[in-house]
């Protein structure tokens, strides 16, 4: 499997960024992410097939400037494909109990990686492509937003971030996805940017995710993406980009 790290310049073949060549394709489903301009700091996004059925994702946010956190993102993209495949490989499996699983090598990783504490939000997702159903777990990631025919609703926290302790645990429940629903992931940054037209330096905030994604237009994953994106740029054009701005969304297609 091709690494999900990839140079952007000639001159310095050390420097890389956690871009994903490809996501997999998804049988009644589509899954895509985007980031708005340049990256700064730890966010970390990856989707791969584990299963026929299966397909898992996630977004992490790893705390820290991206010049001195590299080494984490690297090892928690090594152990998110790996120890993924190998937890979620089987048809029969518990998937609340491969979640949990998974959390708690990807939290270990991140304190091996970086020698101690580190905190790690991360909001991680298994669809099952067969059942139309999300397993996931939020350790202490900005609310995941679900759009379904009954409005939008927050995938809250259901754990502390990765990277603190040692033996956290973060729990994994299971939603059913409908016909048509998306599911929608902002970083930190999204939240938290502000506004160079706005003197009282009010932050984006997560209300106005939730009404840009219940308006958003009908079209693909991207296209929300790109929905979303587009209005963080406008309404922070002209601020100093001091956080990543990136969005996942994975929608299940009428």
């Known amino acids: 499997m091709p690494s999900l790290f990839r140079s952007r310049s ?4 050390q420097v890389v960024e956690p871009v994903p060549n490809t996501f997999p394709k998804i049988a009644g489903a589509e899954i895509a992410a985007d980031f708005l301009g340049q990256r700064v700091a730890g966010d970390f996004y990856d989707a791969i097939r584990v299963t026929p059925e299966r397909v898992l994702f996630g977004m992490l946010d790893v705390a820290g400037r991206r010049d001195e956190n ?5 090892a928690a993209q090594e152990t998110f494909r790996r120890v ?4 979620f490989s089987q048809s029969d499996i518990n998937e609340s109990e491969a979640m949990t699983g998974l959390s708690h090598n990807l939290n270990l990783s991140i304190i091996d990686a970086s020698h101690g504490v580190h905190s ?13 159903t999300l397993c996931y777990t939020n350790a202490g990631h900005t ?19 990765l990277g603190l302790f040692s033996h956290v645990t973060s729990d994994a429940p299971i939603v059913g996805v409908e ?7 902002v970083s930190r940054g999204v ?11 009010e932050e984006f905030g997560l209300d106005r995710v ?5 308006s958003a237009p009908a079209g693909g994953a991207q296209s929300v993406c790109a929905f979303v994106l587009d209005a963080i740029g406008k309404f922070s054009a002209g601020v100093p980009v001091c956080d990543d701005r990136t969005a996942l969304a994975l929608i299940r297609t009428p």
């Open 143 to 161: 609310p995941g937003l679900f759009r379904d025919s009954t409005g939008v609703s927050e995938l809250v926290s259901t754990g502390l971030p």
């Open 191 to 201: 939240i938290e940017c502000g506004s160079a037209h706005n003197k009282s330096e």
């Open 120 to 132: 790690c939000p991360a909001f991680i997702g298994c669809y099952h492509e067969k059942f139309g």
């Open 70 to 74: 590299r080494g984490i993102l690297q």
């Open 210 to 214: 939730k009404q840009l994604l219940q």
């Open 10 to 13: 000639k001159a310095s073949p």
């Open 179 to 185: 016909k048509g629903a998306v599911v929608l992931l």
């Open 84 to 87: 993924g495949a190998e937890l």
